[in-house]
């Protein structure tokens, strides 16, 4: 499951960053903002057109990315895990 | 002085968000140069200071960037000058890593990549304050001692928050850490420090974003705040900064005439009054604009709320090629570009503040009013259609649209052979108010930019203008208008061969080279054409029969064609100069309004002729 297809207000556990090319430059960012394997994920809204781009929290910082963006991070487990 | 203690060159460097400018503000106060970096438009701060002991410091203000894998120009120069391979930007002596408190999982990252550069540094974690809030507390010592360089606890928002940074100042220059063994995952080692030297105390409390961001970030009710928001601010450029204008704008003709009876007649005394005290009147006059629409987005941006209308309206912006960042600024231009262009620097993405920047004169800003007020008030008849919609508000509205719809357009072809895929990722930082020292530091730094930088191009170029129009006297016993005489009358009779094309007559020709300064001088100066009153109200009320029984419905649709792409503001062409250090960008701005407004006009003239007969 990626992050782009977590309902609203569930969580998922990032599994990977799925690179769309050896220097994804976004993949590298999303990286860099603490995207990282094991890190709790939670999504807080949904853009008013068409539900992108998504705002998500993670830690204590929240970040808006756009959808092809957070089809990137692939989840380790489907949702609903309370965050720790 | 002191002696002991040699002057010291700091950087502050940290992620976006960790409350470094405030901190800069704080530390520098009004001390501070906001220029350029060399060959590039990112902005260079630096300010100076004093610490207790007397030592002099030297403070820049790195852009903030999440990592020294540079995506964008101004992370690029954060990571050059902190490497000390800056050219023209001497290393500095003593890189500050600004940490928010409540944030160290993201920002003691970069700070560990800061680290790895092997030079001199101290940590400052700022924010500490807001530390409880988060149910957290930090044992500083036992950080200080897993990172083995000088941390010291700032609130950057609070005066004297800074203290503990400006006595560590004094200190020796602490020794460059030395650097984690290669391949160590920056990740793991937060993860570790934190585990260390961060203990919950309390519950978490993040009531306050997640209580706020369920409303502001609501699909309807934050659609809802945004829009109130904007209208307000909208409101304010538009209507509440007018008496202000209006008052200056008297203020300086009263300045004018009053400096006009201490002088001869003559040319000085022209040169003086229509010249130089004009020209600066123009300049003046967008201050009330200029200071409402910064005031508003700086708060903001510091209170963390533009962030998430970027977010609210980013899908909306991408339709034409940017991000919700554009919006703001486009917004504004409708008021005044000038201003607009002006704000473009919240827009991270270079390409994106470029094509906002260009599109920016597309937005129908309030100096075309009184031109499509007299034009529309002249030709278009005031019926209603279907007893609802008034002719000339419905022209009014069309010419708007026109407007509009051209800077998709132009957004889209300038965006066309650009396929990199450009990230939103946008932190939306906590909610916090704004302080009000910083606001007012940053609210003045805009205030100089404009009046020094963009006011010295347009008052000289209003000097010029004059002595266009004024130049060569009328000969005695001359019937016509003086300006018929003028360098700028002998212009406007060459330029007629080339405007005739859109049904321009030499009258039009003459009266758009004054209007070059501002547009909504071209009314005045038609009424000097055609020797009418000459203040701007008593203008259009004679100008408005004049015209209607002089020009032909073709001709006057044509102007106002030419007035939705109006390529003719010097001010706004100015601004661009000044915001982007390029007078490429300038030339392609003036140049595709230019070829745009030629088109349309022509168009537009030749399409009424064949309709009307």
Known sequence: MRLNQLSLRSTGVIDRIEALSPSDAIAQRLNELGFVPGEPVTVIAFGPLGGDPMAVEIGFTRFALRCSEAARIILRTPQGEPVA | MSGSLPPLRIALVGNPNCGKTALFNQLTGSRQKVANYAGVTVERKAGRLITAAGRKVQVLDLPGTYSLAATSPDEAVTRDVCMGVYKGEPAPDLLVSVVAAVNLRLHLRFMLELRQLGRPMIVVLNMIDAIQKQGLAIDVPRLQAELGVPVVTTIGVKRGGAQPLLTALDDPAPAAPAPLPSGTDLHDEVRRIL??????????????????????????????????????????VFSWAQPFMDLLDNGMKQLGDFVGTLLPAGAL?????????????????????????????????????????????????????????????????????VPGIMSTRTIQNPRDRMVTILIAPLMTCSARLPVYALLIGAFVPARHIGGIFNVQGLVLFALYGAAILSALIVARVMKRRDTDEHPLLLELPNYRLP?????????????????????????????????????????????????????????????????????????????????????????????????????????ASQLTPLLSSQWSLATALSLLAWYVYAPQCFSTLAVIRR?????????????????????AAFLTYHLTRLISG
């Open chain 2, 579 to 599: 915001e982007t250090g390029s007078w490429r960008l300038v030339i392609i701005t003036a140049g595709y309004l230019f070829g745009m407004a030629y088109a």
């Open chain 2, 195 to 236: 585990s260390l030297c961060v203990a919950r105390v309390s519950e978490r409390r993040q009531a306050l974003e997640d209580k706020l961001d369920r409303w502001v970030l609501h699909p309807v009710w934050g659609m809802c705040i945004l829009f109130v928001l904007l209208f307000i601010m909208f409101q304010a």
């Open chain 2, 269 to 337: 005394n022209s040169l003086i009054v229509d010249g130089i005290i004009a020209g600066a009147g123009t300049v003046i006059v967008f201050l009330p604009q200029i200071l409402i629409l910064f005031l508003w987005i700086l708060a903001l941006e510091e209170s963390g709320y533009l962030p998430r209308a970027a977010f609210m309206l980013d899908k909306l912006m991408a339709s034409a090629g940017l991000s919700g960042r554009s919006f703001i600024p486009l917004l504004s231009s409708f008021a005044c570009a």
């Open chain 2, 435 to 539: 302080g009000l020292q910083s606001l007012a530091v940053e609210l003045w730094q805009r205030t100089r930019i404009f009046l020094s930088r963009v006011g010295s191009i347009i008052v000289t170029l209003s000097v010029l203008l004059w002595a266009l129009s004024s130049f060569p006297a009328p000969p005695a016993g001359a019937t016509g208008p003086a300006i018929d005489y003028s360098l700028a009358g002998r212009i406007g009779h060459l330029m007629l061969p080339f405007f005739q094309p859109l049904g321009f007559n030499w009258q039009i020709c003459v009266a758009l080279i004054p209007g070059l300064a501002a547009r909504e001088v071209a009314v005045s100066a038609l009424a000097t054409v055609y020797s009418v009153g000459a203040s701007e109200a008593d203008a």
